[in-house]
């Protein structure tokens, strides 16, 4: 009852709606048909996905869903469609947004317009290991690299790295988690956060 408007749910990174298990072949449900079956529903559930045939993919599901009437789907890069997504939160909803990118896609400054609407929940996936320690050289010597979009203005990232004066990948990723929630909470303003290290098949992601 605190929201009037209920829970909307956003997911920048929406997908096909499926996803397939490389090593069996398995079918599972992907976040959007998640969020389309969720045994409480969600009063809104807004998309978005920059490649073509996944939108029709996913469009076609949630057609097909119980959330048929409540989706939304935005074609192209989040970072650009985020006003358009934003302006479709509706007044008075909590939101729950999903951002899963699969490297350095999502910049801060979407984070900070997305979280400027109301109340919004963040569950962010944070590629420190994927993309961040793998390319880090490389982006050390960029000056407007996808780090440093992804990181926002002032973070300072490159003078903290240097004075960490270690090799160790464990403290270096430590490291540049705690810059981005020192981000999120200097930038868009949250106070609490709680993180789990997901672990593949060849160590964290």
Not at 18 to 40: M, V
Not at 47 to 72: M, N, V, Y
Not at 170 to 176: G, H, M, N, S, T
Request: charged residues 20%.
């Amino acid at each position: 009852r605190k929201w009037p408007a209920g829970v909307c749910y956003v997911d920048l990174f929406a997908g096909p709606g499926i996803c397939q298990i490389r090593s069996t072949g398995d079918c599972i449900p992907g976040s959007p048909l998640i969020a389309a079956h969720a045994p409480k529903p969600f009063s809104r559930i807004l998309l978005c996905e920059i490649e073509p045939d996944l939108c029709d993919a996913s469009e076609q599901r949630l057609g097909d869903s119980p959330a048929s009437d409540r989706f939304q789907l935005f074609r192209g890069d989040c970072n650009i469609q985020i006003a358009s997504v934003v302006a479709a939160i509706p007044a008075g909803a909590l939101t729950l947004a999903f951002l899963d990118p699969t490297g350095l896609h999502l910049h801060f400054k979407t984070v900070q317009q997305l979280s400027s609407h109301g109340p919004v929940d963040l569950l962010v996936l944070f590629p420190d290991a994927v993309d961040i320690l793998r390319n880090e050289n490389r982006y050390f010597e960029l000056p407007e690299s996808n780090l440093d979009l992804v990181l926002g203005d002032n973070s300072q990232w490159r003078d903290r790295i240097a004075s960490l004066n270690t090799a160790d990948p464990v403290k270096r990723r430590r490291l540049f988690s705690e810059i981005y929630r020192d981000q999120l909470q200097a930038e868009a303003n949250y106070q609490f956060f709680g993180d789990l290290v997901i672990h593949g098949t060849k160590g964290p992601l």
